[in-house]
């Protein structure tokens, strides 16, 4: 079980090691960005994650743009983290051995393989976090299936425009 994160409140805090050295902090923008979105991916095994990592690679810019820099994440240890982001072309910074507690942490689905052939470990499903400047939560967006994500171009756009307009965040009132 685990406790969905809500819109406008800050992520958890949480700390992964980082492919090419040190540690990544998810929701703790970089660089020249004062806003991060944290990607997280299901894992080597999966190939719709090759698909979107592939997509989140050609829009990239598009965050940049709009002022939020980009990560992404998954349970992988690193060989695997490593060899299936350098087989796409990912230049992000990528965050391996998320914690099943970490992923409990941050309110996602987390399943067991199938098999070996899939993976030697339980992985989150997919979840996309946007944390503003304030280091609110602007955006959440989980699932619990493979195929269920954010447009990547879709979003980018609708954040340039909550940025340029100054655009509250959403869905804060309690049910």
């Not at 492919?19 to 020249?32: A, K, S, T, W």
């Amino acid at each position: 079980m685990t406790d969905k994160l809500k819109s406008g409140e800050g992520l958890p805090d949480i700390t992964v090691p980082k492919l090419g050295g040190g540690e990544m902090r998810l929701g703790v923008p970089v660089d020249d960005h004062d806003w991060q979105m944290v990607v997280v991916y299901r894992g080597a095994h999966c190939p719709i994650c090759k698909t979107y990592l592939g997509e989140l690679e050609r829009v990239a810019p598009d965050f940049a743009t709009a002022g939020v820099g980009v990560v992404v994440v998954s349970g992988d240890p690193e060989h695997r983290a490593r060899s299936f982001t350098d087989e796409i072309g990912v230049t992000v910074p990528v965050g391996y051995d998320l914690s099943v507690e970490q992923m409990r942490a941050l309110g996602l689905y987390v399943s067991e393989p199938r098999s070996e052939k899939e993976t030697d470990r339980p992985f989150p499903e997919p979840g996309v976090f946007v944390i503003n400047a304030d280091g609110l939560l602007q955006v959440v967006d989980i699932s619990n299936a493979p195929f269920a994500r954010p447009d990547l171009a879709g979003l980018a756009k609708g954040l340039k425009f909550v940025r340029d307009n100054d655009y509250p965040i959403r869905g804060r009132l309690a049910a």
